[in-house]
């Protein structure tokens, strides 16, 4: 009964490819983000949602396009994968949103390595 | 826009004391979170502070002075378990992280 579960949990994949990242939470929350984490650690982040409507969008290449069917489901499709892709994607959940944003619950993070 | 700092590594030994500081400069600000990241693994909840001064949990304290936009995650009595990457979060309308701190606790 894992909090926020996101498949699959390692990815390895050609440039040019086009691949999907899914994530679930059951916390029942309204808030699903995803967070990118480069090989210096760095999380920064990407997409976020509020019951199926993105409400931040961090200046992210068009080639990343989120989903979210409903608001315990949110996924990351990368259309043309580059080299500079390759990092740790992390899906999280919150309560609320905005200033009212409280702690983030994080899934156990995709590695998605580009070739 | 933010900018959030905090130093890149700590060493310290078992049993010591280490204090990870993290400066900011944000937009807007509604708490300061500090979370714990072991090797390969997700990012955990430690801390929040929204109010000046010290929160005290267990072991780990956490401070904040949103008049200088600082604020410092304090680990007592350290083990070895405690080897990690430490993250210090900046509530702005959104969560957004620091680059981390890695501390390593030597026996």
């Known amino acids: 009964d894992t909090a926020v579960s996101q498949t699959p949990k390692y990815l390895v994949t050609q440039m040019g490819n086009d691949k999907s990242i899914k994530c679930e939470q059951n916390?029942?929350?309204?808030?699903m983000y995803w967070y990118k984490q480069d090989s210096k650690k760095f999380l920064k982040i990407m997409f976020s949602?509020?019951?199926?409507?993105?409400?931040i969008n961090e200046t992210v290449p068009n080639r990343f396009s989120p989903k979210s069917p409903d608001k315990a489901h949110l996924n990351l499709h990368i259309n043309s994968l580059e080299l500079g892709d390759s990092a740790v994607y992390f899906c999280?959940?919150?309560?609320?949103?905005?200033?009212?944003?409280?702690?983030?619950?994080f899934g156990e993070g995709s590695r998605l390595t580009v070739l | 826009g933010q900018n959030i700092d905090q130093p890149t590594e700590m060493t310290a030994t078992e049993g010591a004391i280490v204090q990870i500081n993290c400066t900011y400069q944000?937009?807007?600000?509604?708490?300061l979170f500090w979370y714990q990241q072991h090797a390969g693994e997700a990012p955990t909840f430690l801390s929040y502070?929204?109010?000046?001064g010290l929160e005290e949990k267990g072991r780990f304290s956490s401070f904040l002075s949103r008049s200088k936009g600082y604020s410092y995650l304090l680990l007592k009595e350290l083990q070895m378990k405690d080897s990690a990457s430490y993250l210090c979060?900046?509530?702005?309308?959104?969560?957004?992280f620091g680059a981390g701190t890695t501390v390593t606790v030597r026996a």
């Open positions: 999280a959940s919150s309560p609320l949103t905005g200033l009212n944003t409280g702690e983030l619950f």
């Open positions: 916390l029942g929350h309204d808030t």
């Open positions: 949602y509020n019951n199926k409507e993105l409400i």
């Open positions: 944000t937009s807007g600000f509604n708490g």
């Open positions: 502070n929204v109010l000046d």
């Open positions: 979060a900046v509530n702005d309308y959104k969560l957004s």
